[in-house]
DNA sequence: GGGAGTGTATGGTTTTCATCGAACACTCGG
DNA sequence: CCGAGTGTTCGATGAAAACCATACACTCCC
C-alpha cells in the first residue's frame, strides 16, 4: 500500500512554537548556516540528506538536522531510503520575520 | 583637561564588519539577550555595566560586554569610574535589517 | 533473502564556552 | 593619600555542544 512507513517518522517542531533564542542558537553555527543557505538554493524535497558539502561525518549531520528540525527551520519526509528535505520558508518567516533573508543573504565583502 | 583617561579605551568593532555568524553567535545567549534587551529600554549611556539585572559575576558580565562589543551592538565610553554603554540601534540595523526588531520584539505566547 | 545505500542511535572523546574567585587598575571623594 | 566603587584580566572549573566510530534499522533492487 501507499504511504506506509515502518520507520519512525521525524519529530517537527513549528516555528510559530520556536523561542527566539533556539532560532538563533540553530543557525549561529557554520555546518548548519550552510545546510540551510544550500537548502534555500535549491528546489523543495529536492536534497537528501546525505547529498551536502559538508566537513562532518553522518552521525553529526544527523544531529545537525535534528537540531533544524527543533528549531523549526527544516521539514523532513521519507522518499524510499532516503529522507528529504524542505526549507520553511514561509512559516519560518512569518515566526521571524527577516532573519532567514538575513543569513541567506550574501555577506558584504569584510 | 577635559577627555583625559588613562585608562585603556575598549576595543569596538563596526557592526560592518561583523560576519552573520558572529552576531547571530552573540545575541544566543540568554545574558547577552537580556542586556540588549534592558539597553534597549532606556537611553543611550544612561546604564553602567553594573546596573544591570543579570544573575552572573562581574568576571562574567565583563565578559558579556566584550562579546558585545566585537558583534558591533554595544558601544562603551567611559565616564568617570564607570563604562557607560549605548544600543548601536542604527548601525547595526543597517548592517542586519531586522535583526534587532527581532530579538526586541516582546515574545509571543509559546 | 542478501547486499548496497541511507539515515539514526549510542557511547566516548574533544573542544568550546560560560562562569567564578582572586588579583589588579583606574576614578573619585574624603 | 587612602578607601570605596567599578570594571578588567587571569587561571581554573564545569557544563554544553560538536564530533567520530561503531552498531543498528529501514528501503530498495537484484
Redesign the interface.
Known sequence: MAGTSHRAAPEHTHP??V???TA??A????VR?TLVRELAADAEWSRSCGSFDVPVGKAALSHHFSVLRAAGLVEQRDEGPRRVNRLRRAEFEA?????L???LRP??H?
Open positions: 510559530d512554537e523561542p527566539v533564542l538563533l542558537a543557525l549561529a553555527d557554520p548556516l515566526r521571524f520575520p527577516g532573519l533573508d538575513l543569513v555577506e558584504p569584510l
